[in-house]
T-cell receptor, first 113, second 109 residues
């Protein structure tokens, strides 16, 4: 158990819909990272938050947004969902903002039908 | 394009054999991590290497960071069926964390 909690574990939704994925980092970790893993793209970095502020941005679509709350949990919002958004979405956390190692949650498997 | 290239992509070996997985890049990384991921689970951190030329051992696993901090290797001695999984390298660069494409290892009994 990495200490990073993601909910829900599975999510099935229709195209055009909006979903919210939730992540609780390890106790004491201030940084949260979101990743998307699909079969043909591997693990793609989406976005990082550090202590409530956006710290780094990767290949995140405009239809996707994220935030980190004062209690340090984070949410990833995916809207206008398309079939191609089906993937595993992972959250990771680390202590500082300069990433050296991250601990991953078990992921949310999103299926868009 | 992947910033980190891993080879081989797939590896199927018999239990007891040795193997080496490579992670290469043209970029310099401040640190490099190796993860192992099982189907439906999140990647689990195995090791972090920071210094060029650094070698770290974790039981039967030996990790090496290249002198120029652009590449790394993972060597497994006497592989066991429990080593089966997806091995990912990841490099930290300017607050971004890049993953390699992964090496899928299957160890047959």
């Amino acid at each position: 158990d990495s200490g990073v909690t993601q909910t829900p574990k599975h999510l099935i939704t229709a195209t055009g819909q909006r979903v919210t994925l939730r992540c609780s980092p390890r106790s004491g970790d201030l940084s949260v990272y979101w990743y998307q893993q699909s079969l043909d793209q591997g693990l793609q970095f989406l976005i990082q938050y550090y202590n409530g502020e956006e710290r780094a941005k990767g290949n995140i679509l405009e239809r996707f947004s994220a935030q980190q709350f004062p209690d340090l949990h984070s949410e990833l919002n995916l809207s206008s969902l398309e079939l191609g958004d089906s993937a595993l979405y992972f959250c990771a956390s680390s202590v500082g903002h300069s990433l050296r190692e991250a601990f991953f949650g078990q992921g949310t498997r999103l299926t868009v039908v | 394009t992947q910033l980190l290239e891993q080879s081989p992509q797939f590896l199927s070996i018999q239990e007891g054999e040795n193997l080496t997985v490579y992670c290469n890049s043209s970029s310099v990384f401040s640190s490099l991590q190796w993860y192992r991921q099982e189907p439906g689970e999140g990647p689990v951190l195995l090791v972090t290497v920071v210094t060029g030329g650094e070698v770290k051992k974790l039981k039967r696993l030996t990790f090496q960071f290249g002198d120029a901090r652009k590449d790394s290797s993972l060597h497994i001695t006497a592989a066991q069926t429990g080593d089966t999984g997806l091995y990912l390298c990841a490099g930290a660069n300017f607050n971004k964390f890049y993953f390699g494409s992964g090496t899928k290892l299957n160890v047959k009994p």
